[in-house]
């Protein structure tokens, strides 16, 4: 009989030793993520200019604005349209380093606007390690022009570096590729992004574009984004992102207007992945109220696998 329940106590043990194997998950490839957000803040500048309307923003409107921020809680911001670090810092505060581009430089004079103007840059969280690089021009050698630059970061987190690019298009060629100027230029500009990304893809490199591209790269078969993946592996985080972003109406400032397709976008290199991505849109009454911005933000959970 002693015998009998020595064994049942046995069998017992065993079945809870390999019921807890089963529950146990097995041990994974370390991983880590960030989160990075795309914002155009439409004309933010400390000193506004009656020939902008939008850039004319009382202490109300910053302050909203960076509500809207802190909700994104977010590790690296991408913006555009942002004239002075003041401007920008009443928006993040005090937890962020700030990286212009280099036209705001004061060496760099001869590619500024004498009343205003508007720079992109990054806000990184200051656990972060950054290396600031020089810009890349998206127009080709020759060409005089004082904007299309675009502002050029590598993070180092957790032992990845990631390469950053951060984009402002040209406007006025928001879908088929026609002769006009605009699209003229936006198709030199998707070619110099595509060379970027296969210089970052020659070696090896992890790399996020985001920014404004003021052209839907998610139509279906579209020219544009066809330019940029051409013979590469980048892949466009945005292209089932829906349009949510609620601003105030040009013709009626009593009236809000809803896009119908983004203009804003995250490009990611093949070892990323996407884990959540969203436009984070204004409230009804606080566009109505407030001067915010005619772009919402856009933010992406970014996960990737330790390494260089």
């Known amino acids: 009989m002693m015998d009998k329940i020595k064994l049942l106590k046995h069998a017992a043990k065993h079945h809870i030793f390999l019921y807890l194997v089963v529950l146990t ?41 960076a509500d809207y921020f802190q909700q994104l809680d977010t590790d690296i911001l991408a913006f555009q349209e942002v004239g002075d670090h003041a401007a920008i810092a009443r928006v993040i505060g005090d937890n962020y380093r700030l990286y212009f581009s280099d036209r705001a430089l004061p060496k760099n004079q001869h ?111 579209d020219w544009m984004w066809t330019m940029i993946s051409q013979d590469n592996q980048a892949k466009l985080a945005t292209k089932n992102v829906d349009a949510k972003c609620k601003v105030k109406s040009r013709n009626n400032p009593k009236r809000t207007h809803q896009f119908r397709s983004l203009i804003d976008h995250i490009i990611i290199s093949p070892q990323l992945k996407v884990e959540t991505i969203s436009q984070a849109p204004y409230s009804t009454d606080d566009v109505l109220e407030y001067q915010l911005s005619d772009h919402c933000p856009l933010s992406a959970q970014i996960s990737y696998s330790q390494g260089n």
């Open 25 to 65: 998950p097995l041990p994974t490839q370390a991983g880590h993520s960030l989160k990075l957000s795309t914002w155009n803040t439409e004309w933010l500048v400390s000193k506004g200019n009656e020939r902008f309307a939008s850039s004319l923003r009382n202490n109300a409107d910053f302050y909203k604005m």
């Open 111 to 221: 590619l500024q606007f004498d009343d205003i103007n508007q720079y992109t840059g990054f806000a990184v969280r200051k656990s972060i390690d950054v290396n600031d690089r020089p810009d890349v021009s998206l127009l080709p050698s020759g060409h005089q022009q004082k904007l299309r630059f675009a502002s050029y970061i590598v993070v180092n987190y957790y032992g990845t570096s990631i390469h950053l690019l951060n984009v402002h298009l040209k406007a006025g060629c928001a879908g088929k590729l026609t002769r006009s100027k605009q699209c003229k230029t936006l198709k030199i500009q998707a070619a110099q992004l595509n060379e970027w990304i296969e210089e970052r893809e020659d070696n090896n490199q992890r790399y996020i574009i985001s920014g404004d591209f003021n052209h839907n790269l998610a139509y279906r078969n």
